[in-house]
């Protein structure tokens, strides 16, 4: 199929599985997306499994394969819902909050890494399964930074107090750039025990985190004060959305030519123009440019939350590795509570901590579409089957069970702690 092809698909399959879900489910849309496409690909696998002949999930899987996961959202969409997001975020709330986000993404990300790591390793070689440590850190990079897609679509259903939502809305926009800083190191390690070759030292990952993450945020600043006064200078609506449209994209692009972090790139160019632009840009033209990026937004967030549901096609016939992925679900959010717990603890000398913040946070920190488009990136090899398995299970129980069960858990600790 074409791109066009697919795209009319995609997006014919979003619209009609919202229209499902606003008139029958009723869940919060990009979970109700997600839900929809995953009892349709189950569907589709019961018909095959009842009628091998027919090989419906086996042609379904083979157009899922035309949609190169990871290039269409990590370097087409993502961007735009990064920018989107930390473009519409309460600026305010994060003054003052600049140290907790930056240790809560950059620590927590590593000892979540490292956790998750440990775990599964020491869980496989109890089960007698031989997996290399290196592999099983190579899952914990790509599975600990939580999704900036996932967590600012939940604070549309789900209220917590400005505080909470500040330091789970920061951490979400910047860990998932040191992530995958982290998820290519680990994976460079990997690859080059695995085949011989020299292996990287830790100079040179300083160096590369250095250039990632700090060059992403210098390019960053600038994109975001190139738009901010092109944005100044103009009085026209659509000339001001093309500006914003321009400067995402050609941040990006940079970002991926400079080998800087391209997410650290455009989170950071979309809060200060959404700090700045805010106070400098008409009423008409912030309006504009609210319901251009929020229309863009829901629409690629719809696709990407289906694309996610429908995925399990391409996983199903993996079941042998589903007690790993059951494993894997308890430990992921283990590690999820000591990345916050141990951070949080240590701030707590200097800075107040909202009670039942840790928890929320926990709970909150959802995985998603990033770490499956991560899994899927990886090299053909032995054990990329149930690292992508296992992937895919947590993404699942973190949307559907957490994302579902976030509503009630506030209502709960902060009825409680009130």
């Given at each position: 199929m074409s791109i066009f092809d697919i795209s009319a698909v995609l997006l014919g399959l979003s619209a009609f599985f919202g229209y499902l879900n606003y008139n029958f489910l009723r869940l919060p849309h990009t979970i109700g997306l997600v839900f929809i496409g995953l009892i349709a690909s189950l569907a589709i696998i019961a018909v095959d499994t009842l009628s091998p002949s027919s090989s419906i999930a086996e042609k379904l899987a083979e157009g899922m394969v035309q949609v190169d996961f990871y290039d269409t959202l990590m370097?087409?969409?993502?961007?735009?819902?990064?920018?989107?997001?930390?473009?519409?975020?309460?600026?305010?709330?994060?003054?003052?909050?600049?140290?907790p986000i930056g240790i809560l993404a950059f620590f927590g990300t590593l000892i979540s890494t490292f956790v998750v790591g440990a775990a599964l390793w020491s869980l496989f070689s109890l089960f007698g399964v031989e997996a290399p440590f290196i592999w099983c850190l190579v899952f914990g990079a790509l599975i600990s930074p939580t999704d900036p897609v996932a967590v600012?679509?939940?604070?549309?259903?789900?209220?917590?107090?400005?505080?909470?939502?500040?330091?789970?809305?920061?951490?979400?926009?910047?860990?998932?750039?040191?992530?995958?800083?982290v998820f290519t190191?680990?994976?460079?390690?990997?690859?080059?025990?695995?085949?011989?070759?020299?292996?990287?030292?830790?100079?040179?990952?300083?160096?590369?985190?250095?250039?990632?993450?700090?060059?992403?945020?210098?390019?960053?600043?600038?994109a975001g004060w190139v738009c901010y006064h092109g944005l100044r200078t103009?009085?026209?609506?659509?000339?001001?959305?093309?500006?914003?449209?321009?400067?995402?994209?050609?941040?990006?692009?940079?970002?991926?030519?400079?080998?800087?972090?391209?997410?650290?790139?455009?989170?950071?160019?979309?809060?200060?123009?959404?700090?700045?632009?805010?106070v400098d840009v008409s009423e008409e033209s912030r309006d504009y440019l609210r319901k251009f990026w929020t229309?863009?937004?829901?629409?690629?967030?719809?696709?990407?939350f289906l694309l996610i549901g429908l995925e399990v096609l391409l996983v199903y016939q993996r079941l042998d590795h589903l007690a790993y992925?059951?494993?894997?679900?308890?430990?992921?959010?283990?590690?999820?509570?000591?990345?916050?717990?141990?951070?949080?603890?240590?701030?707590?000398?200097?800075?107040?901590?909202?009670?039942?913040?840790?928890?929320?946070?926990?709970?909150?920190?959802?995985?998603?579409?990033?770490?499956?488009?991560?899994?899927?990136?990886?090299?053909?090899?032995?054990?990329?089957?149930?690292?992508?398995?296992?992937?895919?299970?947590?993404?699942?129980?973190s949307i559907l069970v957490q994302g579902l069960t976030m509503q009630p858990l506030v209502k709960r600790l902060f009825t409680v702690a009130a």
């Open positions: 370097k087409g969409m993502l961007c735009f819902m990064l920018f989107s997001g930390a473009a519409q975020v309460n600026f305010t709330a994060f003054r003052g909050k600049a140290v600012l679509s939940l604070f549309k259903t789900v209220h917590v107090p400005a505080e909470v939502e500040a330091k789970m809305a920061g951490e979400s926009l910047f860990n998932d750039g040191i992530g995958v800083v190191a680990v994976l460079t390690l990997a690859v080059n025990s695995g085949s011989g070759g020299e292996a990287i030292s830790a100079g040179e990952v300083g160096v590369l985190f250095l250039q990632e993450a700090v060059g992403g945020a210098l390019l960053g600043l600038l103009l009085d026209d609506a659509s000339l001001e959305v093309l500006l914003t449209l321009a400067v995402v994209v050609c941040t990006y692009a940079a970002a991926l030519r400079l080998e800087a972090s391209g997410p650290i790139a455009v989170v950071v160019a979309g809060l200060f123009v959404g700090a700045r632009g805010g229309l863009i937004d829901e629409i690629l967030n719809s696709v990407l992925a059951m494993l894997a679900i308890p430990v992921c959010l283990f590690a999820r509570w000591l990345s916050v717990f141990i951070p949080l603890t240590a701030l707590s000398r200097w800075i107040s901590i909202t009670p039942g913040a840790i928890a929320i946070l926990t709970w909150g920190g959802l995985r998603g579409g990033i770490a499956v488009a991560l899994a899927l990136s990886l090299p053909e090899n032995e054990y990329k089957s149930v690292i992508l398995t296992v992937t895919y299970a947590v993404v699942l129980f």
